[in-house]
């Protein structure tokens, strides 16, 4: 009877391990180098889901350790997933074969979340076609010179908050990730919705749009959980069913944007806003759009572009806030626009304020906000490396992309760990491997709202660097580490700075 009984379970483990490790030579019989270290059912996935490191550090470290190859497989659980080296693979990949692999990895259930699984990100086909129009639409040089309109006022509001903080102190200390996030919830309230989001009023701070940004995006526990569910293990979502947008937040923008789209559709008037060149969008298409559509670009205005933009901007203060020397060069070219357009913000200024990209682009360098690209495979393909391997890759195997790893490669920057904005120089700018440096995406799916981002984020620094200096204060803990299971960049302890008037 024992011996049966023991027969039985070894045999019942025997079986369960092989369903956990069957898969494990499916790089090795295709010829493919595989990461170091699986384990029977989690595969390389260990350091990433015990929190000890982020996805982006996490693909970094199979990056390094196999730089000499074009590719390297590993197992996300019991999944195969290929990690491109090369950036000639990566514009394979992002760009030229587009249609072999133009879906994102992200899975939002459409049951679950309805407005989100409308945003361009989580959309394939037609509907994604459709939906990236529109936001293309809106981000155009016309319509951004209308967008920046609402900018601009919000850039008032945000000098005035910084005045009357250090009306009375010659210094203040601030986070800067807090800073501006109340800057960047500020303008996707105007120049998303044309309405005030009480982001720099502190006796409506429980009502502000960066209170709803906080809700869903701010790394917690449940954001971690929907980070793990979403990116790297979606099949087990269809069993915990959880929701990427709380409930609530699906409601405040559904109620949002019914009352301000009914308004807009009787009074007709004119506004500096998204949901203005949406119903002008309307008229021109000659259909009346969806309100369920509406309210998901609407949804995607503000889950893409608040916290992505105020993640870069909060970096780059605290480079500038690092490198002293670099703040004072970039206030010199500030001053120097706005002395040549009056004092005032400028649509034109604002593209005139060339050391600020280049500023901006070794910020996302040295420290990019989203750190990593997953992509689907969507029809079999060959992916050829220059070292002479080949993977005919197969439909749903997911492919990453290393973005940190290629950011930091020696291969393609000089002492990559130097902050040095004149590697963006115009000079300099031309030897960059576009397929080495990632900060927005590449290919179709590049992030339409690169130019509304770098135009906010820029109009944001130019307004405090003209009247104010920072330094980096000691509460900084230093050097930088990253919250694991954080979907963006997002230093532990904040980025903590001490500004004051010039
Ligand atoms: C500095 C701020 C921003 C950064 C760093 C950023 C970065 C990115 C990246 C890396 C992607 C993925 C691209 C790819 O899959 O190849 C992306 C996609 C996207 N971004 Fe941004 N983004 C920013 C701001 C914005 C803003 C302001 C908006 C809109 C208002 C926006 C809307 C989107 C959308 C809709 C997608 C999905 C595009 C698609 O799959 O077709 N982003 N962004």
Request: net charge positive.
């Amino acid at each position: 009877m024992t011996i049966v009984l023991v027969s039985l379970i070894l045999g019942a483990f025997a079986i369960l391990y092989y369903y956990l490790t069957h898969n494990y030579k499916y790089w090795q019989k295709r010829g493919i180098p595989c990461a170091d270290g699986i384990l029977p059912g989690i595969g390389h996935m260990l350091p990433a889901i015990t929190l000890r490191t982020t996805f982006p550090e996490f693909l970094s470290k199979m990056y390094n350790d196999n730089k000499n190859c074009s590719m390297v497989g590993f197992y996300s659980f019991t999944k195969p997933s290929l990690v491109v080296i090369e950036p000639q693979l990566v514009k394979t990949v992002l760009q030229a074969n587009f249609s072999s692999f133009n879906r994102n990895v992200f899975q939002v259930d459409p049951d679950l979340d309805p407005l989100f699984a409308l945003n361009p990100f989580n959309l394939i086909g037609e509907k994604w076609q459709a939906a990236r129009k529109r936001l293309t639409y809106a981000f155009s040089s016309m319509r951004l010179k209308i967008l920046l309109e609402s900018v601009k006022t919000v850039c008032v509001v945000f000098e005035n908050y910084l005045d009357n903080k250090l009306k009375e102190t010659r210094k203040i200390e601030v986070e800067l990730k807090d800073l501006c996030s109340k800057f960047t919830a500020q303008v996707v309230a105007g120049a998303g919705f044309g309405v005030d989001g009480y982001c720099f009023n502190e006796e409506k701070k429980d009502l502000s749009f960066q209170k709803v940004g906080t809700a869903i995006l701010q790394p917690n526990l449940r954001t971690k959980i929907v980070m793990m569910l979403t990116f790297i293990a979606p099949s087990l979502n269809k069993i915990l069913r959880v929701k990427a947008i709380p409930k609530h937040i699906d409601n405040f923008f559904r109620t949002l944007v019914a009352e301000l789209i009914e308004q807009r559709r009787k009074d007709g008037k004119p506004r500096n806003d998204f949901l203005h060149l949406m119903t002008e969008l309307e008229k021109q298409e000659g259909t009346k759009f969806d309100l369920e559509v509406l309210t998901a670009h609407a949804m995607s205005f503000f889950i893409d572009g608040y916290e992505t933009s105020s993640t870069v901007m909060s970096l780059v203060l605290y480079q500038l806030a690092v490198h002293q020397e670099i703040q004072k060069k970039l206030r010199e070219e500030v001053m120097s626009v706005f002395e040549k357009y009056n004092g005032e913000i400028t649509y034109e200024g604002l593209k005139e304020m060339t050391y600020m990209d280049q500023v901006l682009c070794e910020s996302q360098r040295i420290i990019p906000t989203v750190g990593f690209q997953s992509k689907m495979c969507t029809e079999e393909f060959e992916l050829k490396g220059s070292d002479g391997l080949v993977c005919r890759v197969q439909p749903t195997t997911e492919i990453q992309i290393p973005v940190d790893g290629l950011h930091r490669d020696p291969k393609y920057w000089n002492n990559p760990e130097i902050f040095d904005p004149d590697r963006f120089s115009p000079e300099n700018k031309q030897s960059i491997d576009r397929f080495a440096f990632l900060p927005f995406g590449e290919g179709p799916r590049i992030c339409p709202g690169m130019r509304m981002a770098l135009l906010q984020i820029k109009a944001g620094l130019a307004v405090l660097l003209r009247k104010y200096s920072l330094e980096l204060s000691p509460k900084t803990k230093l050097p930088l580490k990253m919250i694991p299971g954080a979907i963006l960049a997002s230093p532990e302890g904040g980025l903590w700075v001490k500004i004051q008037q010039l």
